[in-house]
């Protein structure tokens, strides 16, 4: 898995074989140590809603994605789209902008090698 960071865009990147991982119900960890000055953990799961969610500390983020958004999109890969939410903040200049997507290159190299 991984994470960008721009001002209020949050991306969060995952090859295949993490994708499979989320729609088994399985949730996604990251662990960066940033040196010896903190730990982040960042958790990504799939949830029963319409809305992606954020929550957590500054050091450990949960991450919680529409299963059903998920599944659909799935189902359309490879695509250079990915998954697009808005998650309202204190004010509209703290909205964070969410985008997941998955990342299909390895898959799409071993269609082109075989």
Same mark, same amino acid.
């Given at each position: 898995?991984?994470?960008?960071?721009?001002?209020?865009? +949050?991306?969060?990147?995952?090859?295949?074989?993490?994708?499979?991982?989320?729609?088994?119900?399985?949730?996604?960890?990251?662990?960066?140590?940033?040196?010896?000055?903190?730990? #982040?953990?960042?958790?990504?799961?799939?949830?029963?809603?319409?809305?992606?969610?954020?929550?957590?500390?500054?050091?450990?983020?949960?991450?919680?994605? *529409?299963?059903?958004?998920?599944?659909?999109?799935?189902? !359309? #890969? *490879?695509?250079?789209?990915? #998954?697009?939410?808005? +998650?309202?903040?204190?004010?509209?200049?703290?909205? #964070?902008?969410? +985008?997941?997507?998955?990342?299909? !290159?390895?898959?799409?190299?071993?269609? !082109?090698?075989?």
């Amino acid at each position: 898995m991984k994470l960008q960071i721009e001002g209020q865009n +949050l991306r969060v990147r995952i090859g295949e074989v993490e994708l499979a991982t989320l729609m088994a119900g399985d949730a996604l960890v990251s662990r960066t140590a940033f040196a010896q000055a903190f730990t #982040l953990t960042c958790t990504v799961r799939l949830g029963a809603g319409d809305t992606a969610s954020f929550s957590g500390r500054a050091d450990t983020w949960q991450i919680e994605i *529409p299963e059903a958004a998920v599944r659909d999109h799935a189902r !359309r #890969l *490879p695509t250079r789209e990915g #998954l697009k939410f808005i +998650l309202a903040g204190t004010g509209d200049a703290d909205a #964070l902008k969410l +985008l997941f997507d998955v990342d299909v !290159r390895e898959s799409v190299r071993r269609r !082109r090698s075989s």
